[in-house]
């Protein structure tokens, strides 16, 4: 049961380019999230998503966008990378929002240099 | 708007003392949900326990116990006889109804020293 899995694992960006992480999950859960890990500032929430076809603005939405075309996946784009964008981000997903535990990923180190 | 406030930064023990993480968090909502997550060094996070706003009683797993307060808006968690193993980044979180996402607050880095 391979759970929540990142693509990929690691990736250094030239400021300005742009890349999507991808997530995938296979617990057919409703509920995913993407956050952004920084030191000092904990876990902060990009964006989410409650079923396929939606999406939601999280805490840091600025500079990246989301996709959940299929229920087991969730995109997330950076479409002109940022130094301001260095950071591990974190996918999860949960069976529902409220009260159901997150289930993540192992994470992506992103690098823009 | 929800909010998750730990205090503590970074903790320091020897192994075998007793160590707590105090959470405290801010809701404008009756029905919520708290969280405690683990990160080791591996950089994994790892879901230890939940609880939601109705049920104020604390609850024991093991070495870990977790003291929920709903007068002082607290989710305390303690470590009884702290291993090495438990070094780790902690984090509190919280889900409202209003809001339906999960929160966290910015963790408490524990080091527990042989």
């Known amino acids: 049961n391979a759970g929540v899995t990142q693509t990929p694992k690691f990736r250094v960006l030239k400021t300005g380019q742009s890349m999507t992480l991808l997530c995938a999950q296979d617990?057919?859960?409703?509920?995913m999230y993407w956050y952004r890990q920084d030191p000092g500032m904990g876990l902060r929430l990009i964006h989410y998503?409650?079923?396929?076809?939606?999406?939601a603005k999280g805490e840091v939405p600025d500079g990246y966008n989301v996709s959940r075309l299929k229920k087991q996946n969730f995109l997330l784009g950076l479409e002109s990378a940022a130094p301001s964008q260095t950071s591990v981000y974190f996918c999860?997903?949960?069976?529902?929002?409220?009260?159901?535990?997150?289930?993540f990923g192992q994470g992506t180190r992103l690098t823009v240099v | 708007a929800q909010k998750v406030t730990q205090a503590q930064t970074e903790i320091s023990v020897v192994e075998k003392e007793d160590v707590t993480l105090d959470c405290v968090y801010e809701?404008?909502?009756?029905?919520?949900?708290l969280f405690w997550y683990k990160q080791p060094p591996s950089g994994e996070l790892v879901f230890l326990i939940r609880?939601?706003?109705?049920?104020?009683q604390n609850e024991i797993s093991g070495r870990y116990s977790w003291n929920f307060q709903k007068s002082t808006s607290s989710f305390n968690f303690t470590i009884t006889a702290s291993q090495v193993v438990d070094s780790a980044v902690y984090f509190c979180?919280?889900?409202?109804?209003?809001?339906?996402?999960?929160?966290f607050g910015k963790g408490t880095r524990l080091h527990i020293l042989p």
């Open positions: 979180a919280l889900s409202d109804y209003r809001d339906d996402k999960i929160i």
């Open positions: 609880r939601n706003s109705f049920d104020e």
């Open positions: 999860a997903s949960s069976y529902g929002g409220l009260n159901t535990e997150a289930f």
């Open positions: 809701t404008r909502d009756t029905t919520y949900y």
């Open positions: 998503s409650v079923g396929e076809g939606t999406t």
């Open positions: 617990m057919n859960h409703e509920y």
